[in-house]
Nanobody, 123 residues
């Protein structure tokens, strides 16, 4: 069974940066891709970014493109989300997830989720 643990969230001023980390464990960990999603209060879970595990192809939501970079280290089963020039609208709980099947942009395509890490951006 795959377990995912996020870390790195916190409170930051607008224009600041944060780096989120996701540690994956489990003998069956070999996903096609890993993704980051976020969920703001009262809203649905929103795609942020994804990375294909072998090949490093990346995908980004338009709302974060140019400000966010997803990366991974296969040797340590870690996935990162570097976020720069943060805005108050980036405030949300951020989740990492392991892809199962289907489109990388849909939360229903992911089968394993972490518990989330809170990101709060003050204006």
């Amino acid at each position: 069974q795959v377990q995912l643990v996020e870390s790195g969230g916190g409170l930051v001023q607008a224009g600041g940066s944060l780096r989120l980390s996701c540690a994956a464990s489990g003998h069956a960990f070999s996903p096609y891709a890993m993704g980051w999603f976020r969920q703001a209060p009262g809203k649905g879970r929103e795609f942020v970014a994804a990375i294909v595990w072998y090949g490093d192809t990346t995908y980004y939501a338009d709302s974060v493109k140019g400000r966010v970079t997803i990366s991974r280290t296969s040797a340590r089963n870690m996935v990162y989300l570097q976020m720069n020039d943060l805005k108050p609208e980036d405030t949300a709980v951020y989740y990492c997830a392991a892809h199962r099947s289907g489109s990388l942009y849909y939360s229903s395509s992911y089968g394993n989720w972490g518990q989330g890490t809170q990101v709060t951006v003050s204006s």
